[in-house]
């Protein structure tokens, strides 16, 4: 199942970006083999932790020891990808570097998962999503007027411009490698794709359509139509109402007068956010739910992560799935979803063993 059925790949285990990419290969259907290092625990290695690496065959290897390199090399000349999740020169120290590599499987797409990038002058920089968001200006614009800036989560360095990005790399390697022939090396690095995302607020920032003043715009909470308000009940409800009519329908059902509020009248938003916080505060979460359910107002409860896969639209969706390998929890659902070649939760089918025999390794 899926669309990348046929594509093989060897993942060296890491943690955040690496993995996610890896599953997300696994879930669209590709082979991956997941090699460990015997006896390193990572931040995840409580049991059940890491949904991340769950689902794919393991094979342990002391890279260290030339014979469990060769054996190595014996499994990445079978596969179409490979993906390294570390500093620059580890995988050279251990004779698996690409110059090695690609002399003995030159249609490999080898990928590099890292921060800074193999070049420049903090490649070989330790650093975590945090540090990266904040280089490329995310993290400074995630922020309300007169406050310090606001991660979120983990989720813009390590998956969204890491782990994403380092996915359609392979893919894109790949449809290239069996178009010509030519497997290259693919610089992943979590800088850039952080940097990436901004691309819409660096348009509208060099448009003077955006301050440099975080939380005076109108997606970083600057707008009162746009921004987070507490309820009754001490949770909350998001609020996007940006385009006039969803912003009409809002101030209708929170009968509020139009001409009391007007969209973009400036001047007057923070007297509009006190207006609104005052009226959000009147009624619970599940209220205002209740209340805007099927409105095309763009308002929507604020849920914690427990939360949302019990949500009914989660639910219908089937958004929330059985891990694999260990049923009595969930993780999200594979995505996108595809007519055709429907992708599903990687689980292995056979043991490692097994599958690269399948893939010619006999030994």
Known sequence: ????????????????????????????????????????????SQEGADLLSAGRPELALDLKDPAAGERALQIIERADALIDPFRPGVMERNGLGPDTVLTRNPKLVYARMTGYGQTGPMADRAGHDINYISLVGALGASARQGERPLFPLNLLGDFGGGGMLLALGVVSGVLHARATGEGQVIDVAMVDGAALLTTMIQGLRQAGMW?????????????????????????????????????????????????????????????????????????????????????DACVTPVLGLREAAAHPHAQARGAFVPAPGQPARTRP?????????PAEPSAPSQSCEALLQSWGVTD
């Open 1 to 44: 199942m899926g669309p990348l059925q046929g594509v093989r790949v060897v993942e060296f285990a890491g943690i955040g970006p690496g993995p996610f990419g890896a599953m997300v290969l696994a879930d669209l259907g590709a082979e991956v083999v997941r090699i460990t290092r015997p006896g390193v625990p990572t931040l995840l």
């Open 211 to 295: 301050s440099d003043t975080p939380g005076t715009n109108l997606l970083d909470s600057g707008a009162p139509f746009y921004d987070v308000y507490e309820t009754a009940d001490g949770r909350h409800v998001a609020v996007g109402a940006l385009e006039p009519q969803f912003h009409a329908r809002l101030l209708e059902l929170l009968e509020i007068p139009a001409h009391e509020m007007v969209q973009w009248d400036r001047d007057h938003w923070p007297e509009h956010r006190a207006r609104l916080t005052e009226a959000f505060h009147a009624r619970t979460r599940d209220q205002w739910a209740e209340h805007f359910a099927g409105e």
């Open 333 to 341: 659902a594979p995505a996108p979803r595809f007519a055709r070649t």
